[in-house]
């Protein structure tokens, strides 16, 4: 069964104070890994896909990465606005697969 | 850009009674998805769609059915409502099978109460 595990599990960084979220996976046959940003009440906003080790995607302040195992998501020079939980999801091969997510980073930035 | 709309995003409804929840994806994806997210959870996946077919299901309940229609928008019909179904209930679409692209776009979401 797929697996996905974030960590932290919550984060507080002061503005400017950049770091690193962890997605650590467990699937069969890896079709892609997706970030997303939620805000409170709100759906799933798409952020990276990647879809093999060693790819790299980058937007604004954050960069994504991938390995064999796991995923980092690198936030640099962090604003107030970027305050939200972040969720990591795999998706398998297959038609219309899934996605199985982990239960997310809450990141708070405060000024 | 267009994005997914749902309908209606907010629902409140008695134990035993039915709802029924409306997805319409972006324009030209094929492809749906319903998942369930509870208080403080992760969303979880209910069933999915790929060509007005059903593709793969996930923990659904069987009082829970769910259709995609020839314009390819999507409804989640929920029967014997139980208190335990109360939470954000969130459709996604993607472009699966026309671009090769497989990420997921998620709409705002229904918040379904049961009372």
């Known amino acids: 069964e797929d697996q996905v595990t974030q960590s932290p599990e919550a984060l507080r960084l002061q503005e400017g104070e950049s770091s690193s979220l962890n997605c650590s996976y467990t699937?069969?046959?890896?079709?892609?890994l997706f970030w997303y940003r939620q805000d409170p009440g709100k759906g799933p906003e798409f952020l990276f896909t990647l879809y093999s080790a060693g790819e790299e995607k980058e937007k604004e302040r954050l960069k994504a990465t991938l390995t064999k195992k796991e995923s980092f998501l690198h936030i640099t020079a962090p604003k107030p606005e970027d305050s939200a939980t972040y969720l990591c999801a795999v998706q398998a091969a297959g038609t219309a697969s899934k996605l199985t997510f982990g239960t997310g980073t809450r990141l708070q930035v405060t000024l | 850009a267009a994005g997914v709309i749902q309908s209606p995003r907010h629902l409140i409804k008695e134990k035993r009674e039915t709802a029924t929840l409306k997805c319409y994806p972006i324009?030209?994806?094929?492809?749906v998805y319903w998942y369930q997210q509870g208080p403080g959870q992760d969303p979880q996946f209910l069933i999915s769609?790929?060509?007005?077919?059903?593709?793969d299901k996930g923990s659904i309940p069987d009082r829970f059915s769910a259709q995609q229609f020839s314009d390819y928008h999507s409804e989640l019909n929920m029967s014997s409502l139980e208190l335990g179904d109360s939470a954000l209930y969130f459709c996604?679409?993607?472009?699966?099978?026309?671009?090769?692209?497989?990420?997921?776009?998620f709409g705002p979401g229904t918040r379904l109460t049961v009372t």
């Open positions: 699937v069969s046959g890896l079709r892609g």
């Open positions: 996604a679409s993607s472009p699966t099978g026309t671009s090769g692209r497989y990420e997921q776009y």
């Open positions: 324009p030209r994806h094929d492809t």
């Open positions: 769609f790929y060509e007005k077919m059903q593709s």
